[in-house]
């Protein structure tokens, strides 16, 4: 690895190391981010604190951002696939259009966060703290979010293809339109949330909760419901949905079902979703060596 590249590296880690201060710390981050080439990304670890970062259309693939705090970073058209944002805090930030296909985000905060238009596809978000996030047209397809919290979090016409979701708060989303098709959403909670037009095909919504939320014109042809929470919900209107899964659902009096179909009640006391886990502790600060 040239000397050239190695003196990048060693200048960036100093502009991002621990104990910079935010304003201090993004200003320096964006020069040295000037001179970067295809070879940088592959070596850099990001820590420190580095607040509103300008970081958009950055080549930082396989990146590793390490504790570190990008709170109301802007990396809009970044390319992030493959890159490790383990236990940092991206809070506010602009992911729009970014590409973090394959992206390890375990743990990691991006409450208020911007992915409209991102390419999650295949990314690791367990245990995400993902509250009032913008996913909006997103492809998270094949992406791993059991535990996350996406409470209040905004879905709408987002590719949620078969990915895992289990035991994840969709608590007051709004997901209008999306595509939860061959999705693993078992045990998570999906109260008062809106998923008016939403394809549940072939999703697994075992022991989920559906109470208070909207599915107008929904689709859950082949869905699994073994002891879904539909009391008080209006399915009324959606498509696909059989006797055979309606049985094996929790439903009550005021459940309403398309003509012919019956609810029942669950005998014995319902098992709430489990809570989110808490994300993992911020790995450790590396250190690295390098050439001069």
Known sequence: ?????????????????????????????????????????????????????????????????????????????????????????????????????GAEMVGANFTGANFSGANLSGAELVGANLIRVNMGSANLSGAELSGANLNAAVLTRANMRDTEIFGATLANVSARGSDFSGAEVSASNLSNGDFRGVRFRDASLDSARLTGGQFDGADFSGASMNRTDVRGVDLSSVRGLTQDQVGRACGDTSTRLPRGLTARSCRGAMIAPPAPPRPPAPPRPRSYATNN
Do not use: K, W, Y
């Open 1 to 101: 690895m040239s000397r050239s590249v190695n003196r990048f590296a060693a200048g960036l880690i100093a502009a991002l190391s621990l104990g910079a201060g935010a304003a201090s710390a993004a200003e320096p981050a964006q020069e040295q981010f000037q001179f970067q080439d295809r070879d940088v990304a592959r070596m850099v670890s990001l820590g420190g604190s580095c607040h509103r970062c300008e970081l958009s259309g950055r080549d930082l693939s396989g990146a590793t951002f390490t504790a570190a705090s990008f709170t109301g970073a802007t990396l809009v058209g970044a390319n992030l696939r493959g890159a490790e944002l383990v236990g940092s805090n991206f809070s506010g930030s602009d992911f729009s259009r970014a590409d973090l296909s």
